[in-house]
């Protein structure tokens, strides 16, 4: 509690400081991957294209420079589409009953997948074309 007894300035759930703390948040990324690839298709569509796209990438004749714009792009998707499965998994755990908000997060976390997408395209048509 703070010293105003008020709520805590820290939620109990989280870890213990140091290299236990860093091995438990590693855990708990790991299972997020884990969630994700097993429960959402998209994730794993994604997760296929950059399977593709990354070997190419490195294998271009693009500059270092270039290269990292390339996987960047691809991994920008991939967390793009993390974050759009969360708050989708958040809205339906919280109601799976229609409503306007509900909907407006939904498309919000689906555009800005859109635009990771689109912004992929960009960043290849430019590093490869010139």
């Known amino acids: 509690m703070t010293s105003s007894g008020g709520p805590p300035d820290t939620s109990p759930q989280k870890s213990k400081a140091g290299f236990a703390r860093l091995a438990n948040a590693f ?36 500059s270092g420079v270039g290269k990292a714009l390339l996987v960047g792009s691809v991994m920008l998707v991939l967390l793009m589409e993390l974050i759009n499965s969360a708050i989708e998994a958040e809205v339906d755990r919280v109601s799976l009953a229609r409503h306007p908000l509900a909907k407006r997060a939904k498309d919000i976390g689906s555009a800005a997948v859109l635009v990771a997408l689109i912004n992929l395209v960009a960043i290849w048509a430019l590093v490869l074309l010139g």
Request: aromatic share 8%.
């Open 27 to 62: 855990r708990y990324s790991c299972a997020g991957l884990v969630a994700a690839f097993r429960h959402e298709a998209a994730f794993r569509q994604e997760c296929a294209l950059a399977a593709a796209l990354i070997p190419v990438a490195l294998l271009s004749g693009a």
